[in-house]
């Protein structure tokens, strides 16, 4: 009997929008099982310096709907090997903004040494959660500008 393919991706997945869609749907046709991480309103403030817009729990639920995603689980942590261990997936998606990053080299590096793969997806350059927050923060300061 073949063993399911698990895939695993991470993010935080604020103001959900197409390219989060893709990325989720193109991943699940890559893999039998797809765990979707998403990080904790504490794990964002820690690299962001900001909390997410929408909640973590609000975040889990839209993640958890798609029927794209077999599990979601809480990231805490943006350790990839620990998740590793911790998940125990055979390939991790990634937006291709990361690729040839120092960080995601050695990603790939300590993956490829337990059989993990890791792809990379066209990231879309149209839309993204902190051009819709600058966007937004635009449309809300010119409003109260002429008020």
């Known amino acids: 009997m073949n063993k399911d393919i698990v895939g695993y991706t991470t993010g935080v997945f604020d103001l959900f929008h197409v390219g989060h869609l893709r990325l989720l749907q193109n991943a699940k046709d890559r893999c039998d099982r797809l765990i979707v991480g998403v990080s904790t309103d504490e794990l964002v403030e820690t690299y962001k310096n900001k909390r997410p817009i929408i ?16 599990e979601v689980v809480p990231q805490t942590h943006r350790d990839k090997i620990a998740s590793y261990h911790e998940i125990k997936f055979d390939l991790m998606f990634v937006g291709s903004d990361w690729k040839g990053s120092d960080l995601f080299n050695q990603v790939e590096s300590e ?3 337990y059989g993990v793969s890791v792809v990379y997806f066209e990231y879309t350059h149209h839309v993204s959660s902190s051009l819709l927050k600058s966007t937004l923060q635009a449309i809300y300061d010119g409003e109260n500008s002429t008020s």
């Open 55 to 70: 909640p973590y729990e609000e975040r889990i639920e839209i993640v958890s709907a798609l029927e794209c995603v077999d």
């Open 111 to 113: 993956l490829s040494e």
